[in-house]
Nanobody
């Protein structure tokens, strides 16, 4: 699965961003979609996941209540809506599905 994440950028603390993950060459059908993030020198950490039907989601405690994961199989796209961003959310975000990983997108939250 070829994935492309986008939507990162610079935002002030308390602001919002919406990341997109597009699947090329293969649909999301039957595959869950996950978002992870990684800071320099640290391991990649789980952020959120959604099952292929879209009816079940899971979040890391650090983002619960602030981030929302969603998907549209017909559009081969998944999103991560991020609200109330804090400087600690400043990292590179990656999407994954079906064993594939997309190139990350950088989110920078200024204080």
């Amino acid at each position: 699965v070829q994935l492309q994440a986008s939507g990162g950028g610079l935002v002030q603390a308390g602001g919002s961003l919406r990341l997109s993950c597009v699947s090329y060459g293969r649909t999301f059908t039957n595959n869950a979609v996950g978002w992870f993030r990684q800071a320099p020198g640290k391991e990649r950490e789980f952020v959120a996941a959604i099952n292929w039907r879209g009816g079940s989601t899971n979040y890391a405690d650090s983002v619960k209540g602030r981030f929302t994961i969603s998907r549209d199989i017909a559009q081969n796209t998944a999103w991560l809506s991020m609200n109330n961003l804090v400087p600690e959310d400043t990292v590179v975000y990656f999407c994954t599905s079906g064993g594939g990983w997309g190139r990350g997108t950088l989110v920078t939250v200024s204080s």
